[in-house]
């Protein structure tokens, strides 16, 4: 390395040298020695000091040569394998086939999970300069280490100090190459869009068996493409994916879906788009891909309408929790330009909904229903009975609203409330007289969550004694018009907050209030239904 420093001498012929020295298969220690006189050459050249073609293709075989030797023993060195992943990315472009054979191997499935969180970030740093090289080699980089995650916890070195010892883990050294990737991951979007859906499925894929895996192999959407009946895993993602709180994989599938948004807006890209749609639908295993597709056509107007009806008229993904809303929301920008015939399955599916329910399940089938017909413009409905139901539902106040059944607001993410799970089991809950009845019991159930671990006053008492006797009134009165499970949910309010005013240490049992709260709670004994 220092002789490598005398200007007199070119890099071509030290390069060579490195070359000839990996020619006569040298010890590891040799190996090591011939791989610092690579790094020092490397930053001659890249402070100003020229090195010839030749020189660069012997180099590049003598740093082939290095990796493909130190990341073949059973015991590895990682700084070394990390130094010699660094020189082949470096020299890449001087001989990409051998190169990319090199880089290939420490990228499959097993090398991947025995080493990624050692030589991944290394990969990552210098991915980028494969996008104009080999761009197929970069996106099987970004597809393998975004379809793994590991998340052990051994320990690992920072550096190879045995004076200031730092450690770390696998999960975070493997995170890290996660970061990396997905910051070069936009500019390779952008470059090189029709590479990047197996990059997506993986990530996202990965995401869902390894943190939401489907409750059941049962529970699927179905639809028909292509004449075959195609079915996914419901994953729930309505709900996670609507969290503010993301890690780089939805990140970077958020990125390629608004690039697909982008495209299908482009009357120049629209074609493929499309294409780009009907993969995922006729591919995708679970709902999460389903609702990306639906979301983009929500927001691109009729560009994908033919694409997504498949969706449109499956009841499977009409009721669906994880695609109802979207679908309604696609079924407003999309249906004009749908044919009659469509338009008529679409609205018969949605009709036969209800079919076969009773009981609860009709009711929450019904207010599904509903909700799609009031998605659709009044004016382009086809058959009979869904303008007929439609004018009956404006006569009451109109069909309920298309609601996402998870909101998020930034970091702050909207959980499943009781609301939310009665809203989707189509309980008309902001209906009068439930929704004073539900908002009276919130303020009940609130009032009792303050006094958890401590003792209402005799103020705070007086303050919710209001809310009390309007729940008692209307539920000794029967509840008239209040739907059964609305009743029971303010039924247990009641009672915890009867049960919290009755911690009050200057509560006198025969006082009028006291015997309120008495008589309240006695109730709740014979009451069957409700559990607080």
């Known amino acids: 390395a220092v002789l490598a420093g005398v200007s007199i001498v070119s890099l071509e012929l030290w390069s060579k040298f490195c070359f000839q020295i990996t020619e006569t298969s040298p010890s590891f220690r040799i190996a090591a020695v011939c791989q610092s006189l690579i790094d020092h050459i ?33 015991q590895r060195e990682a700084w070394v394998v990390a130094r010699c992943i660094l020189n082949v990315m470096d020299l890449f472009s001087a001989a990409p086939t051998g190169s990319a054979v090199a880089i290939r191997k420490l990228i499959t499935p097993e090398e991947i999970r025995e080493h990624g969180a050692q030589q991944g970030h290394w990969i990552a740093r210098k991915i980028s300069q494969l996008f104009d090289i080999n761009p197929e080699l970069a996106a099987d980089i970004f597809t393998g280490f975004f379809g793994y995650s590991d998340r052990s916890e051994e320990k690992t070195s920072m550096g190879g100090s045995r004076i200031l010892a730092m450690t770390s883990n696998r999960r975070q050294d493997y995170h890290q190459a996660h970061w990396l990737l997905a910051q070069h991951f936009s500019r390779f979007l952008e470059d090189h869009f029709e590479l990047c859906r197996p990059i997506i499925i993986a990530a996202a894929t990965n995401v869902i068996e390894s943190e939401h895996r489907p409750r059941s192999p049962e529970d699927t959407i179905s639809y028909v493409i292509d004449g075959s009946e195609r079915s996914v895993l419901v994953d729930y993602s309505a709900i996670w994916d609507s969290s503010g709180v993301r890690g780089e994989a939805l990140d970077i599938a958020d990125a390629y879906f608004r690039r697909l948004e982008e495209l299908a807006r482009n009357p120049e890209s629209v074609e493929l788009a499309r294409e780009t749609a009907e993969e995922f639908l006729r591919d995708a295993q679970y709902a999460y891909f389903l609702r990306k597709i639906l979301i983009v056509a929500g927001n691109t107007g009729p560009a994908l309408a033919d694409v997504v009806y498949p969706l449109l008229s499956s009841p499977t993904a009409l009721w669906s929790y994880d695609l109802s809303s979207l679908i309604g929301d696609v079924l407003r920008t999309n249906y004009s330009v749908l044919d009659k015939p469509r338009r008529e399955a679409i609205e018969s599916a949605i009709l036969r909904l209800t079919g076969e329910e009773e009981g609860e399940g009709l009711e929450a089938m019904t207010h599904i229903r509903d909700r799609l017909l009031g998605c659709i413009p009044v004016d382009q409905l086809s058959l009979p009975a869904a303008l007929r139901r439609v004018r009956e539902l404006s006569e009451t106040g109109g069909p309920p609203e298309n609601r996402a059944p998870f909101i998020s607001h930034g970091v702050r993410v909207s959980p499943y409330s009781e609301d939310d799970r009665m809203r989707e089991r189509g309980i008309p809950i902001d209906e009068a007289p439930n929704a004073a009845l539900r908002e009276v019991g919130k303020r009940l159930w609130s009032f009792a969550g303050q006094f958890h671990n401590g003792t209402p006053s005799d103020a705070d008492v007086a303050s919710i004694d209001a809310d009390i006797h309007e729940a008692w009134r209307v539920l000794r009165a029967g509840a008239i018009g209040i ?40 109730s ?3 009451s069957p239904h409700p559990e607080y």
Request: charged share 20%.
């Open 524 to 526: 709740g004994l014979d």
């Open 42 to 74: 490397l930053e001659r050249a890249q402070s100003g000091r020229p090195n010839t073609r030749e020189g660069r293709l012997a180099l590049n075989r003598a740093a082939v040569y290095l990796l493909n030797l130190f990341a073949s023993g059973r």
């Open 483 to 522: 739907h059964q499970d609305i009743a029971n949910s303010a039924e247990a309010e009641l009672l915890a907050a009867c049960a919290t005013v009755a911690k009050m240490k200057s509560l006198d049992c025969p006082s009028p209030l006291g015997m309120k709260i008495r008589m309240i709670l006695f």
